[in-house]
């Protein structure tokens, strides 16, 4: 485990370091109004539903899972949030609402996975799509914004840091007393090593990966909440857009491999922490923003290498002769 | 006789940490059909695939038409004219029948695929093995046999000197079995050299000149299939060794009450309908050859498999056929005996592993107590002797010996009452096998029902107070009290022998 997470705090702290070479004051904070500001602050802030919706991912991927549709249940939350407040509910019982639905689509995800026995990225890619639509349906089409301060208070809101990477944080704490001092982390690695061998000791296997793909709609739905109350709005189209594909990448890079079993939460964070750090540094080295993907494919394509055992083995099976 | 087409000497393969194949040697004469004979793990298909280039030799020559050959790809040994059909149809469904006959080698004009051509090259192609289909049609559109007989006709269209057909008829139907050699003996006929890997002992008195039997990864011997008896056969592949181990003590107390009790209970196209009775502190051995459904009766009954008909009690109450939940709740332990595949969690520790089971049982909000899982592990580990002693290191780094003692402690810590272990001690060293047999002998000392399958009939003969015999996916006899290993392996045999008949006799008068 801890040769696996070496590369990632090592990627994480060369790009640190990049940063403060072309930016001396990187890394400085200051507290202002009881609010910490500054370049670290913010990557906390934004990296905040990227982590939370790893997090539900890191656990989808320990079963063998993916799923595809966070960032389209993450769109549907904030739609379904925003249009309540907007025809003047309260904003509690309207996040209570988009947790409900949310939960409800996580249901429907792991039905496919677990009972029908779809493959995972097929069933995701179900709701992926069909997630916008409906989102689309909540809103009318409109980008819908809102004025209510409580509601504000998640994604944009300080207790000293940001409300948001609290919220992520307090999940990701939560996940790891839950899967460790239970046995949830036990019976979902061994689903995701050897499924046949898990329901043959008596695993609830079904259950399980149910389970974890309504854990993972639910991180979505707040990641969600976060990204539409940052701007007090919600909008069906480019809410939490590509957002899965940050989630698994930081699940891949934080050392959980995609063919399940043991799974890493502090991988993940720092998996999650890398990416924004990524995104955050092209914007102050002052690259433009398509260079971006550019980055990310290269992180992409770098840990790929790492993990490719077809590279590794032709190496030495060309080693090997045949004695003569 | 004529010089042998492939005539391999000495040869040995090797994985990390398991010797395959030892110092085996193989011959074989063109215009032959050659069976290729042993149980699960005796390395036939280690043999099939260090003759045609997959696995790397460690040791020893191949020669290939007189010439020193070493093959590094499949490819290689095809082109040479070594033709390999396998057990699962490997063909593209979606592409005809012509297509698939001549994938890679299409003829051509002026640079493009002669569509003509190849429809009428695939014809005489298929003409030659007697097959008489629409070269056009597509693949998939054909029955599982008829595609099969495609693989056939694309391995000899590359005028293959040798035909290599591992397990073709384990999805065919009679009938189909028959179209199958028909063909077989067209090619013989032409001076094909034809080698066959079956399970099926009739199939290979049907059609084979020839065989080679292998054990454990060594050459047992090669004979004219004419000239060996199938008791002999079925003792060359099971064995007679294992006179280093010790005389298990016979119980002298008699067995206790009904356990489990199977009604009529069957599977369509896995195993007949069948009664069993299983009583506490019996150990119920299940005897057959690979194939003859021992395995499926053990999944049957605890539910790996859904039967389709009869019923189960265990304990007087009738279990549901829904699946292992249902058994392990009425007190039912299985082991598989594919160890990898469906035993061991390879990635998690030896305890994890081994509180696995128990673990399911209790659900997931209810943990195993880090104390208790300490105590258990520690308790197992001395007990069954686990090598190396450490909780914490992953199972998959164990021998196959230690990694099967660790599923064996993984129910045992459950305490069921009826323990079904399938071949608990397939590949594994005969210390590893002595302690496991001494464990299932105490376990049923104290009163736990035992059903232990094994390929190695000495063994079952050894551990068991009753011998159940599966032939052909039927029961066919149940031996009790003192069993001979003879008696045994005359009914798994089957026809065609003498001792057969008085074996029954035997076995109804016991």
């Known amino acids: 485990m801890k040769n696996r997470l070496l590369w990632p705090v090592v990627a994480l702290v060369a790009l640190l370091m990049l940063n403060v070479v072309v930016t001396p004051s990187f890394f400085s904070v200051r507290l202002q109004d009881g609010h910490l500001y500054g370049s670290l602050i913010d990557i906390l802030r934004n990296g905040a539903p990227t982590l939370l919706i790893a997090l539900g991912m890191t656990l989808v991927i320990a079963t063998r899972g993916i799923d595809l549709s966070v960032g389209a249940v993450a769109a549907i939350a904030g739609a379904v949030t925003c249009t309540h407040i907007a025809s003047g509910g309260n904003a509690w019982v309207a996040m209570g609402l988009a947790l409900a639905l949310c939960a409800v689509l996580g249901l429907w995800n792991g039905f496919l996975v677990s009972v029908l026995g779809i493959q995972p990225i097929i069933a995701t890619l179900v709701l992926m799509t069909a997630g916008r639509g409906i989102a689309m349906l909540i809103t009318e089409g409109q980008i819908i914004t809102v004025n209510d301060d409580s509601y504000r208070q998640v994604g944009a809101g300080f207790l000293v840091l940001p409300i948001a990477i609290l919220i992520s944080l307090a999940v990701l704490g939560l996940v790891a007393l839950v899967t460790r001092r239970t046995a949830l982390g036990l019976l979902i690695e061994s689903v995701g090593v050897n499924p046949s061998a898990s329901r043959l000791a008596g695993v609830r296997a079904r259950t399980i990966i149910w389970t974890v793909y309504v854990f993972a709609a639910l991180c979505a739905a707040v990641a969600g909440l976060m990204i539409s109350s940052n701007v007090s709005a919600a909008d069906a189209n480019n809410a939490g857009l590509w957002i899965e594909m940050d989630a698994i990448l930081a699940v891949v890079i934080g050392g959980t491999s995609l063919a399940g079993g043991r799974y890493s939460l502090t991988g993940t964070l720092l998996g999650a922490l890398i990416i924004q750090t990524l995104t955050t540094t092209v914007y102050t080295i002052g690259i433009a923003p398509e260079i971006t993907l550019v980055f990310k494919a290269i992180v992409v394509i770098a840990v790929c290498l790492m993990q490719a055992p077809v590279g590794i083995r032709v190496r030495v099976r060309g080693k090997q002769g045949v004695p003569a | ?389 450490d909780p914490d290191r992953a199972v998959g780094n164990l021998s196959g010996g230690n990694q099967q003692k660790v599923l064996l402690a993984r129910w045992l810590v459950t305490q069921p009452k009826l323990l079904i272990l399938d071949e608990p001690t397939r590949g594994i060293d005969v210390g590893a096998k002595a302690q496991i047999q001494k464990v299932v002998a105490d376990l049923a000392a104290e009163g736990m029902a035992v059903l232990f399958i094994s390929a190695e009939l000495e063994e079952v003969v050894r551990v068991s107070d009753r011998v159940v015999v599966m032939r052909d996916r039927q029961k066919v006899a149940e031996l009790d009290g003192e069993v001979g290993v003879d008696d045994v392996m005359a009914l798994i045999a089957g026809g065609g022998d003498h001792g057969v008949d008085q074996g029954v006799e035997k076995a109804v008068a016991s």
């Open chain 2, 1 to 389: 006789m004529t010089e042998p087409v492939v005539d391999m000497r000495g040869i040995s393969v090797e994985f990390p940490g398991v010797k395959a194949l030892q110092e085996v040697d193989f011959r074989l004469f063109p215009g032959e059909v050659h069976a290729l004979m042993g149980e699960n793990g005796a390395g036939k298909s280690t043999l099939i695939k260090a003759l045609t280039g997959v696995h790397r030799i460690a040791a020893g020559e191949v020669r290939y038409a007189g010439e020193r050959v070493s093959f590094s790809a499949p490819a290689e040994a095809q082109a040479a004219g070594i033709s390999t059909v396998y057990q699962e149809v490997n063909l593209c469904g979606n592409l005809t029948v012509a297509e698939n006959i001549l994938l890679g080698r299409e003829p051509r004009k002026l640079g493009r695929i002669d569509g003509k051509a190849m429809r009428a090259r695939a014809a005489e192609l298929l003409a030659r093995i007697g097959l008489h289909i629409d070269p056009g049609s597509v693949l998939e559109s054909h029955p599982i046999a008829v595609q099969q007989l495609v693989a056939i006709a694309r391995a000899v269209a590359v005028d293959a000197r040798v035909l290599v057909l591992d397990e073709p008829t384990s999805s065919l139907d009679a009938d189909e079995v028959a179209e199958l050699f028909r063909i077989i003996r067209v090619l013989r006929d032409e001076g094909v050299a034809v080698l066959f890997v079956t399970h099926f002992l009739e199939q290979v008195y049907e059609i084979s000149d020839r065989m080679t039997v292998l054990r454990n990864g060594r050459l047992v011997g090669e004979h004219m299939t004419a000239a060996l008896s199938r008791i002999d056969l079925v003792s060359a592949m099971l064995g007679r060794e294992m006179g280093v181990l010790e005389e298990i003590e016979r119980r002298s107390g008699t067995p206790g009450e009904p356990l489990l009790v199977a009604e009529g209970l069957g599977r369509k196209g896995s195993v007949a309908p069948f009664d069993l009775e299983i009583r506490k502190g019996e150990v119920v051995g299940l005897a057959g050859l690979l194939g003859s459904g021992r395995t499926e009766v053990a999944r049957l009954l605890f539910g790996a498999d859904k039967a389709d008909s009869g019923r189960l009690l265990v304990d007087g109450k009738q279990v549901r056929l829904t699946g292992p939940r249902a058994a392990i709740e009425a007190g039912v332990a299985f082991s598989s005996e594919d160890r990898k595949a469906e035993g061991i969690v390879a990635d998690l520790s030896v305890r994890d592993n081994l509180i696995l089971a128990m673990q399911a049982a209790r659900g997931w909000a209810r943990p195993v107590p880090r104390k208790l899982a300490d105590e258990l592990v520690a308790k197992y580990i001395e007990l069954l002797d686990i090598r190396p002693a």
